[in-house]
């Protein structure tokens, strides 16, 4: 699995996704619009070295869907909204997961390139924490 960090406001943020993406052996990470890159104080606090054993690369957001494409990936956003697809369906083969800004979500324009949108299924509250959802959503399609 590959995951497309896109406009990802908060450097602790950014660290918690590599952290999640080392712990569930994530294959590549993709900084993708104003999303920041290591090294950052900010960043390596909270990865604890995830930003070292994870490959990343920054990249504009097309470039990386399009190469993500070009090497056998489909590509997902993770999103709330009634155009998203419960994530615990089965999703099969390689998928790269694009993540959004943690206000705003992935921007329209982005989601209509994308194969489809996945999101978490909540009871009360509809939305997580980008981190945390990035964690719950590497955890659940790694198996896939």
Known sequence: MIIIAHN??????VGSIFRNAAAFGIEKLYLTGYTA???RKEIA????GGELLVPWEQKSIDE??????ANGF???GLETGPDANDI?????GNIALVLGNEVEGIEKTVCETLDGLLEIPMDKKRSLNVSVASGIAMYLLRSN
């Open 37 to 39: 890159i290591p090294p």
């Open 88 to 92: 615990t369906q089965s999703i099969q």
């Open 64 to 69: 990386a869907i399009a190469e993500c494409r």
């Open 8 to 13: 990802i406001r908060s450097l602790h943020n």
């Open 45 to 48: 606090k909270v990865a604890l």
């Open 74 to 76: 489909r590509v997902y």
